[in-house]
């Protein structure tokens, strides 16, 4: 469905504001503090994205992706000490060979863990991550096992420090959202759709369901891979715990909540509100844990009283005033847009 | 030899209690079709429940679940009217999320009220030990192994002898046509989510006693229990009690043979093999399921 001309104009625009104002943030505020939040909300609105791709569009839940991003930084660490790169604007040439791969890695793991589907790919994911990380802390010879994995130093000053990665995250984010709105639109992408819908019905019209979720596994992990790597050379140093945190595998998924399982723009506005209130949460609460009840809270909070995310919800409410404008105010239109909730079974 | 005989013997001894954590998980899975990824922390709870009793009233801790399991029922029930309940759509995706909150909230709390110091559960048959094959068993494990077959036992007789199983297993086969023959589900669900958390209060028990524990230990644990009762067939009682007891022989035994680094890698890896093998886990059916 192709929206009027002038309301595809308008999108662009806002889209090219947004960028704007994004690459623009370091320009304008050189506070190494805020540019730091705005490196970690760069970072979770590309792994947002990317997680959207096979948890949003295919309908496969991964609570996992915490492995391939602390993959990608371990790969990436390794690369970088074993070809002897030097420290500075060199490494992030290597980025993609640690996104490479992680697309192995993926293609290895999604082989086995898309033979399940629902509940049990949602534990296998679990597990595989916990399988990854023990491997992180276990081929000592390789990682450096709990002693950590360090990275070149970048040898920038402290107020500039953090501008390369806050760009680099950028790119990732921009990238990632590029090949999210790609699929969206592509027949890929609609077979993907077909498949999160009903998987036995889309294999029935002859959507290669197997080499489809396969696909999108792979490059959603790919994807983050690479802001793992990115985030590896930011924190300079990195240990299996830190690398591989359950914790960044759960935040991401309940970013893409947040903003609308399966839209384009709900990841980014998910992570855009949530990363920098939970580095706000951390910074006021973190010296003692009840930081993580504070998290909790908001977390039931907004999964009980947006279940479906804020872009659906406000889309909806869109839709129905923009049907009401066009009847009247009196007029009843049939405004069940939302084909989706209505057809769906109510499982149990 | 005696090493392996001795790692088999504690793998069926533990793997007892892991049967026992994991049945809950199972039941609650089973009856909701929701996975409770909070099931860890609510066994770190029950540890720390009775560690608290412990500490400040001097309670033995297998006395104290007198006290903790009921709590942990009650907690259980409202767990499920407050949080698994008011999920209408994509349940399953949603639960997950809920249930990571809640463990989350769960971790927080226990690491503001005891701090992240590790503890352990300590009474007189956690040291004293008897000599069995040329190995010593501390009691604390054949207490426990026996607590944990009693609950057992007392799980299946209610669901395979009572009114009330019947309306568990009839919820679990089909929760619609269970509701349609009359079975109110929502109090079948509310009541077996209780049941859940109260084993997780009996596991934690015997899990603090045997192994120093922290809020954050709650991970390690959850992650085990999943893999159970994914290899057992998820719902499935039956599979999650051997797979329990298959997965613990065989981690141990990895520890000895091999080393104690790669015994939880063991651990994960029979789950991959058996996925490849069987993914529908050794007694579930291979369900269409849609998300």
């Known amino acids: ?348 | 030899m005696t090493l392996v005989l001795e790692a088999v013997v504690f793998g069926i001894l533990t793997g007892g209690v892991y049967a026992l954590m994991a049945s809950g998980l199972t039941l609650i899975f089973g009856v909701m079709r929701i996975i409770n990824v909070g099931h860890g922390a609510l066994v770190i709870l029950g540890a720390y429940l009775s560690f608290a009793l412990l500490r400040s009233a001097n309670i033995d801790p297998f006395v104290s679940l007198v006290i903790t399991m009921p709590a942990m029922f009650l907690l259980g029930v409202v767990l499920q009217l407050v949080f698994i309940r008011p999920l209408k759509e994509d349940r399953e995706a949603l639960s997950v999320l809920v249930t990571y909150a809640i463990a989350l909230g769960i971790e927080g709390l226990l690491g503001y009220l005891f701090t992240n110091n590790f503890a352990q559960l300590n009474a007189w048959y956690e040291t004293a030990s008897f000599a069995v094959f040329g190995f010593h068993i501390a009691y604390v494990y054949i207490f426990g192994f026996g607590l944990c077959l009693a609950i057992l036992a007392a799980i299946f007789l209610v669901l395979y002898r009572t009114t009330f199983g019947s309306a568990v297993r009839a919820t679990m086969l089909n929760r619609t046509a269970a509701q349609l023959v009359g079975v109110n589900v929502d109090r079948v669900s509310a009541i077996a989510f209780g049941i859940g958390v109260s084993t997780a209060a009996a596991g934690g028990v015997i899990f603090g006693m045997t192994n120093a524990f922290n809020p954050g230990s709650h991970y390690d644990l959850i992650s085990r229990l999943l893999t159970i009762i994914v290899l057992g067939g998820l719902g499935s009682l039956r599979g999650a009690v051997i797979a329990a007891v298959a997965m613990l022989i065989i981690e141990d035994v990895t520890a000895v043979v091999i080393s104690p680094v790669w015994a939880s890698f063991a651990f994960f890896l029979l789950l991959v093999v058996v996925l490849v093998v069987r993914p529908q886990g050794l007694y579930g059916i291979r369900v269409r399921e849609r998300i």
């Open chain 1, 1 to 348: 469905m192709r929206s009027p001309a002038r309301v595809r104009a308008a999108k662009w625009t806002a889209l090219v504001i947004v960028v704007v104002v994004a690459a623009l943030v370091p320009v304008f505020e050189t506070d190494p503090a805020t540019v730091n939040i705005a490196v970690f909300t760069a970072m979770y609105v590309g792994l947002a994205t990317a997680w959207n791709i096979m948890g949003g569009y295919t309908g496969y839940v991964s609570l996992g992706h915490a492995a391939f991003f602390g993959f990608g930084a371990y790969a990436f660490g390794l690369v970088l000490a074993h070809l002897g790169i030097q420290a500075g604007y060199e490494p992030f040439v290597f980025v993609p060979v640690a996104g490479a791969l992680t697309v192995v890695l993926a293609l290895v793991i999604g082989w086995i863990a898309l033979r399940t589907r629902a509940a049990t790919f949602v534990i296998v994911t679990i597990a595989m991550m916990f399988m990854i990380q023990l491997l992180a802390e276990n081929l000592v010879g390789l990682t450096g096992g709990g002693s950590g994995l360090s990275f070149p130093v970048p040898p920038w000053s402290g107020d500039f420090f953090d501008t390369p990665f806050y760009y680099a995250m950028l790119v990732m984010a921009l990238v990632s959202l590029a090949i999210s709105w790609w699929i969206r639109r592509s027949k890929f992408g609609l077979g993907l759709l077909a498949i999160r819908d009903d998987e036995d019905k889309a294999l029935a019209v002859g959507v290669p369901a197997h080499a489809y979720k396969l696909t999108a596994f792979m490059i959603s992990a790919g994807l983050v891979g690479m802001i793992g790597a990115i985030y590896g050379y930011y924190v300079t140093y990195i240990y299996p715990q830190y690398a591989i945190d359950p914790l960044v595998g759960i935040s991401l998924v309940l970013m893409v909540f947040l903003g609308g399982l399966g839209t384009l723009w709900g990841p980014v506005l998910g992570a855009v509100i949530l990363e920098p209130a939970q580095l706000w949460l951390a910074y006021n609460f973190g010296a003692s844990r009840l930081y993580l009840v504070v998290y909790a809270a908001v977390f039931l909070v907004v999964i009980l009283l947006l279940p479906r995310g804020i872009v659906p919800s406000v889309g909806d409410l869109v839709k129905r005033l923009i049907a009401r404008r066009a009847i009247g105010p009196s007029g009843t239109a049939s405004t069940s847009s939302d084909t989706h909730t209505v057809a769906r079974v109510q499982s149990p």
